[in-house]
């Protein structure tokens, strides 16, 4: 059988690779603590299962638009803009199967053969991914390591070329868990509009922010509208409401794209499911007990972050990691303990997995071989474990 060219360049999701591969081992009895998935250990509130289960019985079972339930997208644009200078216009956001399809829409639609799109390193793994079956060439940049790998117009400037038609960050990041602030994002907006650039701005942890006193992390759409060129912002339900395999995220353009972008998912998925949208709807309606429910999550992550710095700076001092400002990660340096056999991150995470039972994502799967991820969306005892199990390898003890 002959392939197509357009997956010629297709890689597997390393991070699914890995927690799949946890998750195996543990089935055949190895005693695995799984520190790889981004994804809460919560389970959905019942209020929110509640009513796709009534939607159900009521016979909220057929087709929607292709861009989602029209209140459903009236409620996404509210939630994203509020508090903001931008529009709060349903015909502006495109409901799909998850966030990752909202930048894969974006990506395809946006970009083709010859074009080149920036993005932020270290990246999610699907960026550059997204960007190769548009038929475009993804170009990784990094910032400093002491600035926490973000981005400043000039490590752009230095990156791009006239063939640049897009620039893809995330914040808060993964892996790192880093944060833009306002004026950092702006330089970032002004940069990309007077180049002709189109943003495209992944907020889906936006939620889960440690430095705002449980206020949003900044995003793209808290900036004035007239220092911002092409733009699309994308979210989704799926961090901030436990909402990971319900699949339902969302993203905010002009009406233009948007409308582009709908008959884009028209032919290759239509609606994401709708009890889903039903369930996402009364998520975002009932803000009382959303904001109680991210409240409960939102201590959780933050107590889990700061037990998980205080054991690698006792257990770990060795290996330098980035502190992290928001999300549900410790993106950290293993090159310490290279040598004749280990000789990159994948080679350090595969002993760790095969030595200590805990499974982390090594930093290929970002851009960087030096590092690795661990997620700490998991018990505040797993973590314990899980990195005192770490270190008798990367403190060699």
């Not at 920036?118 to 548009?134: K, N």
């Not at 993804?138 to 400093?144: I, L, R």
């Not at 290759?268 to 369930?279: D, G, K, R």
Request: glycine share 10%; hydrophobic share 40%; charged share 20%.
């Amino acid at each position: 059988m002959t392939l197509s060219e357009n997956i010629a360049r297709l890689t597997p999701s390393a991070t699914v690779a890995v927690s799949t591969l946890a998750k195996k081992l543990a089935a055949a009895g190895r005693d695995i603590i799984n520190l790889s998935a981004g994804e809460p250990d919560f389970d959905t509130p019942e209020w929110i299962s509640s009513a796709a289960i009534e939607g159900i019985r009521g016979g909220r079972t057929r087709y929607t638009p292709a861009a989602g339930l029209p209140e459903l997208r009236a409620a996404a644009a509210r939630y994203m803009t509020d508090g903001t200078d931008h529009p709060a216009e349903a015909a502006r956001v495109v409901v799909s199967a998850g966030a990752k399809q909202s930048l894969f829409n974006a990506c395809f639609c946006l970009f083709g053969p010859g074009d080149e799109v920036l993005i932020g390193a270290p990246y999610w793994t699907s960026y550059p991914e997204m960007v190769t079956l548009a038929r475009a060439e993804p170009v990784p940049v990094a910032g400093s390591e002491d600035r926490d790998f973000r981005l400043t117009p000039d490590d752009l400037e230095g990156a791009a070329t006239a063939r640049t038609r897009g620039l893809i960050i995330s914040t808060p990041s993964n892996p790192t868990g880093a944060v833009y602030t306002k004026g950092q994002l702006g330089t970032l907006a002004e940069w990309a509009r007077d180049r002709g650039v189109t943003l495209i701005s992944d907020e889906i942890y936006q939620e889960i922010h440690f430095g705002g006193g449980g206020a949003k992390a900044p995003g793209a759409l808290d900036l004035d509208p007239a220092s911002v060129g092409h733009l699309v912002v994308t979210n989704g339900m799926s961090k901030a409401y436990a909402m990971t395999g319900w699949r339902v995220g969302f993203s905010y353009t002009t009406a233009e794209l948007a409308a582009r972008m709908s008959a884009f998912q028209s032919h290759v998925s239509l609606n994401a499911a709708t009890p889903s949208q039903v369930a996402a709807l009364e998520g975002l309606a009932q803000g009382g007990a959303a904001t109680r429910s991210r409240a409960h999550m939102f201590e959780a992550f933050r107590r889990r972050r700061d037990l998980v710095t205080r054991l690698f700076d006792e257990l770990i001092p060795a290996c330098a990691y980035v502190r992290p400002e928001g999300a549900f990660y410790l993106y950290f340096r293993v090159d310490g303990i290279f040598d004749g056999n280990l000789t990159c991150a994948n080679d350090v995470c595969a002993r760790i997995l095969e030595e200590t039972g805990v499974a982390i994502v090594p930093g290929e799967a970002f851009g960087d071989p030096r590092y690795a991820r661990m997620s700490t969306a998991s018990s505040d005892e797993e973590i314990e474990e899980g990195v005192r199990r770490m270190a008798t390898v990367l403190a060699g003890d």
